[in-house]
């Protein structure tokens, strides 16, 4: 009797870890050090997690079906190791923020569903944003996306991979819901992408429409809130302290905000002493702004690391009732701002990495004195990261 319960213990043992044997446990653990500055604030010296490469845990799986298809998972959550608390993309609750996805592959691409980064934002399975050496690392001075319009992370999502066709694939995206689902359609704020994407051995490249719709933005609101919604798609200065209170002292009613627009293009070139790259963005949304971003970066091998030098601007207007308002209060209507990054990266083993970084940012016109690091500011960061 011993001896089968031992056996059957044995077997349950064995049937888990078969069962297991398909699921990774992964993460990334970045901490470093930055020294900062934003236009007219005082000059900070910080610990920063994250700084090269957001810190995250996560789970991944596949399970073979037969006949070429399979079924998969991911659960990704990311944390500061500074302080051991979840980062933004974790807010509201969220255990897996970073992503959370259910996935089918088989001949005819891969179908994913839930939360994961949009087509354009850099993060997760299923963007193909290239063109920029510094990707979205370095945060304000380094991040692609933080200077030019991007739609981050959506809930409620359908993603589509196709096969590859002479190293092309077509990609698509749709959220039915960025952040809530919950209300009717016509009350849901939904993203819509679609991209091309091309994989050589020299040359990359990426085309990539996004669309994200104004449903459900409207209504009765305080009135600073909204004043801030809008300041910050704008990236200005935003409303604060008894000035913010004071205006949300008042509700208004608001419309519904125009869909917001991006057209991403972007690709690189690896010559062998160095890789060449170049990024360009159309961004506009009806009464709110149109702008253009573009920038130029390369890499190359140095000392046995890897250097980073890029360039960025950004030229802009605001549109319709913001260009109205701004010409109301004599203010500038159109922005400017360039921004330069130069980094390096040194492997100490396969998983671990030592990187430094400097940028520095600076606007015009209506950005001229913008509170912003995007625009106006600078940075040096020095940091190491483990990857398991």
């Known amino acids: 009797m011993k001896k089968s319960l031992i056996a059957l213990a044995v077997m349950g043992a064995s049937s888990v870890a078969f069962a297991a044997s398909n699921v990774t446990l992964y993460g990334v ?9 934003v ?18 845990w996560g789970l991944k ?20 190791v500074d302080t051991g608390s979840n980062t933004a993309s974790n807010s509201e609750g969220k255990t897996f923020g970073r992503e959370s996805r259910l996935f089918v592959s088989g001949n005819f691409g891969q179908l994913g569903f839930g939360r994961f980064g949009s087509l354009g934002s850099g993060a997760g ?4 944003l290239q063109g920029w050496a510094f990707g979205t690392s370095y945060e304000d001075q380094g991040s692609w996306t933080s200077f030019a319009k991007s739609n981050s992370r959506v809930n409620n999502a359908i993603a589509y991979v196709s096969p590859s066709f002479g190293g092309f694939t077509v990609h698509a995206m749709y959220s039915n819901g960025t952040v809530d689902d919950a209300n009717k359609w016509s009350e849901n704020r939904h993203y819509y992408g679609l991209g091309l994407k091309y994989a050589g051995e020299a040359a990359n490249a990426s085309l990539i429409f996004e669309a994200l719709d104004g449903k459900g933005t409207g209504g009765k609101k305080k009135v600073g809130d909204a004043y801030n919604s809008y300041l910050k798609t704008l990236g200005l200065d935003l409303f604060e302290g008894t000035e913010l209170d004071a205006l949300n002292e008042t509700k208004a009613e608001f419309k519904d905000r125009k869909t917001a627009y991006n057209i991403t293009a972007g690709g690189s070139y690896n010559f062998g002493v160095a890789t060449a790259m170049g990024i360009y963005q159309y961004a506009w949304e009806s009464d709110m702004y149109s702008q253009h971003a573009f920038g130029l970066s390369a890499t190359a091998p140095l000392a046995g690391g890897t250097a980073k030098l890029g360039a960025r601007f950004l030229l802009g207007e605001l549109d319709g ?14 922005y400017r701002a360039w921004n330069i990054d130069a980094g390096y990266t040194y492997p100490l083993s396969k998983r671990t990495y030592v990187y430094g970084f400097a940028g520095y940012s600076d606007g015009s016109k209506l950005y001229a004195n913008v509170e912003n690091g995007k625009y106006n500011g600078w940075s040096v960061g020095t940091g190491l990261v483990h990857k398991f």
Do not use: C, P, W
């Open 321 to 334: 009732t913001m260009k109205d308002a701004a010409k109301r209060a004599n203010l500038d209507t159109k």
């Open 29 to 37: 653990v970045d901490a470093g050090a930055v020294v900062s500055k």
């Open 39 to 56: 236009k007219h604030n005082t000059t900070k010296v910080q610990m920063k997690s994250g700084f090269d490469s957001g810190s995250r």
């Open 125 to 128: 399975s299923y963007t193909i």
């Open 61 to 80: 799986g596949v399970e073979e079906l037969g006949n070429g298809y399979s079924v998969g998972f991911q659960l990704e959550q990311g944390f500061d």
